[in-house]
C-alpha cells in the first residue's frame, strides 16, 4: 500500500471520536514500515496493549480503525486461527473488538473478529513472519490471491463496522 503520514492515520479513523484520533498512539517509525509489503499497518498503544490500531486503503482513501483486544495471552494453549490472513498461532490470536462508526457505536454496539494478536496478517501471509509449525495450511492458492484474500476479509470487517 501507499505510505501513510502520521496525519492522514489519525483523520482516517472511522469509529472513534475527532479526539481519541488526535490522542492515540500513532508508531513514530512510519518512515521505516514496510509499505510494500503491507496491506494494512496494524499496531498497538505500548501504554495501554489492549488497545489495538490498523489503518489500510480502501477504494484509494486511507480507512482506520481504533480495537480493543485481549492480549495474545501466554496461558492460552489452544490453536486458533486469524480471520483475516487465516494464518494458525497458539496463543497469538486475539479477539479485537470494534466499536462501530457513528450512532451506533455511540449506542454501544460492535462488531469482533479474531485477528493474529500483533496485527502483522500482512507479513504471516508473505512469509515475511513466521508462526510456527502448522501456521499455514497446505493451500494451492498463489501468494497474489493470498493476499487478495486477506484484503477481501478486512474489507469485509471494515465494512461491518461502517454499516
Ligand atoms: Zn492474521
Redesign the pocket.
Known amino acids: 500500500m501507499k505510505p501513510l503520514t502520521e496525519q492522514e492515520i489519525r483523520t482516517a479513523f472511522v469509529n472513534c471520536t475527532k479526539g481519541e484520533a488526535k490522542r492515540l498512539s500513532v508508531p513514530r517509525d512510519l518512515a521505516e514500515q514496510p509499505w510494500d509489503e503491507l496491506d494494512f499497518l496494524g499496531w498497538r498503544d505500548p501504554r495501554a496493549p489492549d488497545r489495538a490500531y490498523l489503518a489500510t486503503e480502501l477504494d484509494g482513501r486511507p480507512v482506520a480503525l481504533a480495537l480493543r483486544g485481549t492480549g495474545g495471552a501466554s496461558w492460552q494453549t489452544r490453536r486458533s486461527m486469524?480471520s483475516?490472513?487465516l494464518?494458525t498461532h497458539t496463543g497469538g490470536v486475539s479477539l479485537m473488538v470494534a466499536a462501530k462508526a457513528g450512532k451506533a457505536g455511540q449506542q454501544g454496539n460492535s462488531v469482533g473478529a479474531y485477528?493474529?494478536s500483533d496485527l502483522?496478517?500482512p507479513l504471516?501471509v508473505r512469509g515475511r513472519k513466521d508462526a510456527g509449525v502448522g501456521a499455514r495450511l497446505p493451500e494451492s492458492l498463489t501468494l497474489e490471491e493470498k493476499i487478495r484474500r486477506t484484503v477481501a476479509n478486512l474489507g469485509a470487517f471494515i465494512a461491518k463496522v461502517t454499516a
Request: aromatic share 12%; proline share 0%.
Open positions: 486469524c483475516i490472513c494464518t485477528m493474529c502483522a496478517c504471516y
